[in-house]
């Protein structure tokens, strides 16, 4: 079973749709948790780390559920700006494991 | 903002030779990894490296490959000896330690002819 699981996409999404990603972690030791954006041939930035708490930030809100051991991102009115794949990270063991990514574009 | 620098950004190779790949960590960063990226792939871990030693390495991360952080700030990673299979980008990352986030530099991209 993979470390970390997300529904690639794509997502094609208008100007101000609210879109939602989801991902799966396979280890319930897994100590910490981001979200990361990638653009084409760049390199990964982070976006937000998750917390079990939730946490938001502008029209980015991330949540995570250690007991079904899952974490999603939201994003609200969405911009054109915000074409991306989207990589959700888990950190166990000073070992970051990386989802395949989701690639969300969104549309005019 | 301080931010991690990667050089070269491109390097072409022949297959069979050695090459260099180097990064600067940010100053503070005790911990340092290095990551590839096949083309249309997911990021892959290959080591990570603290106080001065590999912490953690995948499968990737064969005898061809090693990392020194010869001077204290330079983080290299060595191919020995490159093969095709081996272009990619290739990512260094840093951290200043516990559950922090990683920061990543632009990457090399990596072509073996």
């Known amino acids: 079973r993979k470390e970390v699981e997300q529904d690639p996409g794509p997502f094609n999404v208008p100007e101000g749709a609210t879109v939602a990603f989801n991902c799966t972690y396979s280890n319930s030791a897994s100590q910490s948790f981001f979200w990361y954006r990638q653009d084409c041939r760049k390199e990964p930035k982070l976006l937000m780390s998750?917390?079990?708490s939730g946490n938001e930030d502008g029209r980015f809100t991330a949540q995570l559920n250690r007991a079904s051991q899952y974490i999603s991102l939201l994003i609200r009115d969405s911009k054109l700006s915000d074409s991306a794949t989207y990589l959700c990270?888990?950190?166990?063991?000073?070992?970051?494991?990386f989802g395949t990514g989701t690639s969300l574009t969104v549309i005019p | 903002e301080p931010e991690v620098t990667q050089t070269p950004s491109h390097q072409v190779t022949q297959m069979g030779q050695e090459v260099i790949l180097r990064c600067v960590p940010i100053?503070?960063?005790?911990?340092f990894y290095w990551y590839r990226q096949i083309l249309g792939q997911k990021v892959e871990f290959l080591v990570s490296?603290?106080?001065?030693?590999?912490?953690?390495k995948s499968e990737i991360f064969d005898d061809q490959f090693s990392v020194e952080r010869p001077d204290g700030s330079n983080f290299t990673l060595k191919i020995r000896s490159t093969k095709l299979e081996d272009s990619a980008m290739y990512f260094c990352a840093t951290k200043i330690g516990g559950d922090y986030e990683q920061y990543f530099g632009p990457g090399t991209r990596l072509t073996v002819t």
């Open positions: 100053s503070n960063h005790l911990y």
């Open positions: 990270v888990v950190y166990r063991g000073n070992q970051f494991y």
């Open positions: 998750v917390y079990s």
């Open positions: 490296f603290y106080n001065n030693e590999i912490s953690e």
